[in-house]
Each structure stands twice: as structure tokens, then as C-alpha cells.
């Protein structure tokens, strides 16, 4: 390895997989394996367009928003109606049956609330030229926190519930096992159907039946119930506290405090849920044998002491205590993700010695550039600049290896296992993250800049 990243080479590369895959103003995730638009992957990707054309940014942000449900929810996936190439498309999830859904086809689960944290980095990087985009975005945000919180979070703690895996964007951790295995599936009783990813991407990086199995059993429940969250909320069997999606909303409360200010808005009633979801995630998730924050499971009742890179997230809203802080880091470069002797990338996405960890399938171990750019901020906002530093480096170094991948083995060198770039090719926020990325990195030349770990 010869120490430096080619940042030319880099962005003009990332530039390219962003340019193949944007479509009529917004931007597949990946060419075929997920060919619509996704929630928060447009979050990330905007963040890319913000450093070489703004406007792009705003028309994909836009394309999101006009398919907000009527009682707030931005939905997970907004469908290309010309496209068959995904399962689930919209004649399986049939939103049509509920009064709340747009008229443009969606998918019936949100995703992680990022998009208040992305327009106030908008504004902060377009300056004027970015202040009626926000003007626009700040009631779509508010209304999508209002939901989370009316009717999310029956007991008013704080901490919306997830009632679906693909909800976190974390889809298949480990987390989720326990919970997933107690639903018992007829699959007499199920819709036949056919999935689409395992002809793009080998089985062994993908859930396998027995998941889908389970989220399409959910699908069916959230559409016998037309939508109607509440009775949802009684029968689902899944039901989740999630610290990477209450952090990022605990952040976009933030943003939203600071965006309202600005704008001259009441924030009253987002100061509110800001203190309670800070609150609530450190009373509830921490847990102090694991040094880490944790999910929490509200069927089982009980905390979910299984180690994924989200309990690190809590850093990203600065809600950690100076000494969790602390433990955090010692979590962080400990053996259980760093690897006993330095051997991985930061940041598996579950503990290397973990009894679930695969680092070639999707959220159960490999290393993702989003996750990676949040816990770098996280890091950052926290005094942690050498281990931000670390996290930068580790991402653009797989990336400058492997290429713009989905995701990534955790592992530097094949002693311990496979060594590369799995998932997708050209993965649209890899793309985009790499070229915020680079923004960091220094380039007196213009070609050349530090960012490479010794191997
Ligand atoms: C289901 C689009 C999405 C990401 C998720 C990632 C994967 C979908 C799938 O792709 O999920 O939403 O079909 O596996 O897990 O984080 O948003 O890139």
C-alpha cells in the first residue's frame, strides 16, 4: 500500500455511479438490486450532490417528500411504477387500502429519521441558496417526528417503536433474531412470492427465507389492518426500540431546534420530544456490562444484549454521559470490534466474536460507509478526533480497495476470513458519502491525500 488515496480518482468515480444511477430526479440506491427510491439512502446521497450541485439535492429531497402519508409518516420506499425488479413493489404492500397513503404507490414502514440532520447540512453548505428548500423541508420533518411521536410511542417515553426490521435500515442484525424466531409462520397462509435479490447478490450475503418468511408475515398484518397504526400497534409481534433510530432522531430534533429558530417557527413542542428521547435513551438502552448502548424489545419486555455498531449512535446526539463516553471508546477499539490484534476495519457492524457475527452477510458484521460517516461525526462531536480520523481512513480505504461497494468484510487480511466488497456494486450513498468523505481529507496537490491504515 502506498500511504495515500487518489482523490481525484476517487470523486470523479464516485461522481459517475451517482450520475448512472439517478434517474427522473432521484437516485436508485443500487443499478438493479434496489431500483426505487429509499428514504434515508436519498438523506445520504443528497450529501454528495450538496458539494457539486445543489439543486439536485433539493429535487431529490422533494421527490421523497411529496409521498408523505397523510399522518406524517415518510415512507421507507418510494416505487418507480414502470419497475418490476424488487420484491416487495407496490402490488404487494397495497397502500391504496389505507385513507393516509399518497396517491404515488409507496411502501407502508418508514425509515430512519436522518432528514433533519440533512437539511440543516444543506443550509450550513448552500448558504442562501439553500434557505427556501429549508423553509419547505422544515414542516415535512416536523410532521414526520409528530407522527413518530403520536403514534409511535404508546407510553410517551421518547423512543418511537420500529414494527418492522426493514424500519431501522439495519434490516437483518442480529438484534432481530429472538424476536423474529418467536413468530411462528404457516406458510400455507402466506402469499406465494418470489424474491428478486438473489438473482443480483449470492445467497450467503442475503437474509435468508426464514426472514423474508417473517417480513412478509408483517407486511400481511400491517395490510389486513389497513395501516391503522394503533391496531398495529396491539397485534404486531415485532415491536423495537432502536438507539441508531432514536439517535438520529434525537440529532434531527437538534437540527430542527436550530432550523426553527432560524426560520422563526414555535419549537416548543420539539424541545419537548428532544429532552425526553435524550432522556429516555440513556435511562433505557445503556446497558453497563456490554459497554454499549442496546435495542429493546417491548414484546419480550426486555433489553437486547447483542453488540451492533448502532449502540455506538447515541455519540451522534452527544446524549452519552462523559463517561459512557468513555466506555463507548473502549468498546469501540476493543478486541470485540477492532479485532485482537488491530485486524479490522471500524466498524463491524456486529462484534467480531459474536456468536451471530458473518462478515459477508448484510448487518451481521461487514462494515457500512453510512454508518461509518455517522459514527465519524459522532466521534468528531465528542472530541474523538483520532478515532474519527480512524473511521475516515478505514472507509475510504475499502472504498479505494474494493470500490463502491454496499458493503464491506470487516477483515484487513485474509487470515481470518474473506477480504472485499460484497452486496451491491456502485451503492449509491457509498458513492456519496465518499465524496463528503473527501471534503475532510486535505488536498494541497489535488491528487493525492493521507487516509490509508497500514495493512
Ligand atoms: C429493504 C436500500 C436499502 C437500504 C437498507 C438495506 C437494504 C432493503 C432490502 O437496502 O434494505 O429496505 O431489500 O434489503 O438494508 O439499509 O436502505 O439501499
Redesign the pocket.
Known amino acids: 500500500m502506498n500511504g495515500t488515496l487518489d482523490v481525484a480518482e476517487l470523486l470523479s468515480g464516485a461522481k459517475a455511479v451517482l450520475d448512472r444511477n439517478r434517474c427522473d430526479g432521484w437516485t436508485r440506491?443500487?443499478p438493479t438490486l434496489?431500483p426505487h427510491q429509499?428514504s434515508?439512502?436519498s438523506g445520504f446521497i443528497v450529501l454528495g450532490y450538496a458539494h457539486y450541485d445543489l439543486e439536485r439535492a433539493f429535487v431529490e429531497l422533494r421527490s421523497l417528500f411529496r409521498a408523505q402519508w397523510g399522518n406524517g409518516m415518510l415512507p421507507?420506499?418510494v416505487f418507480d411504477p414502470r419497475e418490476k425488479g424488487?420484491f416487495p413493489g407496490p402490488e404487494f404492500w397495497e397502500t391504496e387500502r389505507s385513507p393516509e397513503a399518497p396517491t404515488h404507490p409507496t411502501s407502508g414502514i418508514t425509515?430512519p429519521p436522518v432528514h433533519g440532520l440533512v437539511a440543516s447540512l444543506l443550509w450550513r453548505r448552500g448558504g442562501d441558496a439553500a434557505r427556501d428548500f429549508v423553509a419547505e423541508a422544515f414542516p415535512v420533518v416536523r410532521a414526520f417526528h409528530r407522527y413518530l411521536y403520536e403514534l409511535r410511542d404508546p407510553h410517551h417515553e421518547g423512543l418511537p417503536f420500529l414494527r418492522h426490521p426493514?424500519e431501522s435500515?439495519?434490516?437483518?442484525s442480529p438484534a432481530w433474531d429472538e424476536a423474529l424466531a418467536r413468530i411462528e409462520v404457516d406458510r400455507s397462509t402466506l402469499p406465494a412470492y418470489e424474491r428478486k435479490?438473489l438473482t443480483v447478490v449470492s445467497g450467503e450475503q442475503r437474509p435468508t427465507r426464514a426472514d423474508y418468511d417473517r417480513y412478509v408475515f408483517l407486511i400481511e398484518l400491517f395490510k389486513g389492518l389497513a395501516y391503522r397504526e394503533r391496531e398495529i400497534q396491539a397485534e404486531c409481534p415485532f415491536l423495537f426500540q432502536d438507539p441508531l433510530f432514536a439517535s438520529l432522531l434525537a440529532r434531527s430534533n437538534e437540527a430542527l431546534l436550530e432550523l426553527g429558530d432560524a426560520l422563526g417557527e414555535d419549537v416548543g413542542e420539539i424541545r419537548e420530544w428532544q429532552q425526553a428521547t435524550t432522556a429516555a435513551v440513556e435511562e433505557k438502552l445503556w446497558d453497563e456490562e456490554m459497554g454499549l448502548y442496546c435495542h429493546y424489545d417491548l414484546i419480550a419486555g426486555e433489553r437486547v444484549r447483542v453488540a451492533t455498531s448502532s449502540g455506538f449512535a447515541p455519540l451522534l446526539a452527544g446524549i452519552p454521559t462523559e463517561s459512557r463516553r468513555r466506555r463507548l471508546l473502549a468498546t469501540l477499539e476493543s478486541p470485540r470490534f477492532a479485532g485482537s490484534s488491530g485486524e479490522c476495519y471500524l466498524v463491524p457492524s456486529h462484534e467480531v466474536d459474536g456468536p451471530a457475527f458473518d462478515p459477508v452477510k448484510?448487518?451481521r458484521g461487514p462494515v457500512w460507509v453510512n454508518v461509518n460517516w455517522l459514527l465519524c461525526r459522532a466521534l468528531e462531536r465528542c472530541g474523538f478526533h483520532r478515532q474519527a480520523d480512524r473511521v475516515r481512513g478505514d472507509t475510504l480505504d475499502l472504498i479505494a480497495h474494493h470500490g463502491f461497494h454496499?458493503y464491506f468484510s470487516p477483515f484487513r487480511t485474509a487470515a481470518r476470513g474473506p477480504v472485499g466488497g460484497y452486496g451491491s456494486a456502485d451503492?449509491s450513498?457509498s458513492a456519496a458519502l465518499t465524496v463528503d468523505l473527501l471534503a475532510g481529507v486535505s488536498n494541497a496537490a489535488g491528487a493525492t491525500a493521507p487516509g490509508r491504515q497500514a495493512s
Open positions: 440506491p443500487a434496489y429509499w434515508w439512502d421507507h420506499i424488487y425509515n426493514w435500515g439495519t434490516d437483518n435479490d448484510y448487518w454496499e451503492f450513498w
